[in-house]
C-alpha cells in the first residue's frame, strides 16, 4: 500500500473496495480504519519468515499482494481475494465525481472470490436478497468458504449449479438493484 514516509504527517488516505465501500486511514504508525464514527486500530506486522499480517478487533489476519496496478491492489486476506484502491482525499472525491456522472447499470455481478467448486447455492433466481447475506457455499483447497452479497437487490440469473467447478472471477449470480 502507500503510506506517508514523513513522522510528522497526519496525510491521509482513503482503500475502496470495489462496492465503494471507504475506509479512510493515516499512515501505518497510526493505522485506524474509520467504521461509522468509530476509528479502529489497525496493526500490520511481519513475522520471521517474511509474512505480512494485519491485526484488526483483536483477529489475525495473513495478507498477501496478489497483484497492483497505480492504485488498484488485489490482496489475499485469510486466502480470499479482494480489489481495493488506495485514495488520497482529492482522487476520491474524483472518482466519485467520475462515478456519479457515468451511467450507472441496473445489473451487478457477484463473481468468484477464487477458484473452487460451489458445494450449493443457499439462494435462489428471483430471491430478493441483502447485502452480507449468505448466497453459496464454494469449496476451495478444502475448505468450504460461504460466499456472502455485497449488494441488495433481486437476483436475475444463477449461471452454475453445484458441482460445478469455477474460476476466479467467474460471474456466480446476476443481481438487479
Not at 24 to 31: A, D
Not at 114 to 136: A, H, R, S, T
Not at 151 to 160: A, D, E, P, R, V
Request: net charge positive; proline share 4%; with cysteine.
Amino acid at each position: 500500500m502507500i503510506f506517508s514516509k514523513s513522522k510528522k504527517s497526519k496525510q491521509k488516505f482513503i482503500a475502496c473496495t470495489e462496492n465503494n465501500k471507504k475506509y479512510e486511514f493515516n499512515k501505518p504508525k497510526e493505522l485506524f480504519i474509520k467504521q461509522g464514527k468509530e476509528n479502529l486500530p489497525v496493526e500490520i506486522i511481519t513475522d520471521k519468515q517474511g509474512f505480512v499480517f494485519i491485526i484488526w478487533k483483536k483477529k489475525k489476519y495473513l495478507v498477501d499482494i496478489i497483484d497492483k496496478n497505480q492504485n488498484q491492489y488485489e490482496i489475499l486476506v485469510n486466502g480470499v481475494s479482494y480489489y481495493i484502491s488506495v485514495e488520497s482525499p482529492f482522487s476520491y472525491k474524483r472518482r466519485k465525481y467520475l462515478n456519479k456522472n457515468k451511467k450507472e447499470s441496473k445489473v451487478e455481478q457477484i463473481h468468484a472470490p477464487m477458484p473452487g467448486k460451489i458445494i450449493e447455492f443457499l439462494v435462489e433466481e428471483n430471491q430478493i436478497i441483502k447485502e452480507g447475506e449468505p448466497l453459496l457455499i464454494l469449496e476451495a483447497m478444502k475448505m468450504q468458504n460461504e460466499i456472502t452479497s455485497t449488494i441488495q437487490g433481486k437476483i436475475n440469473k444463477i449461471n452454475f449449479h453445484p458441482d460445478d467447478t469455477v474460476m476466479k472471477d467467474d460471474i456466480l449470480i446476476e443481481v438487479e438493484k
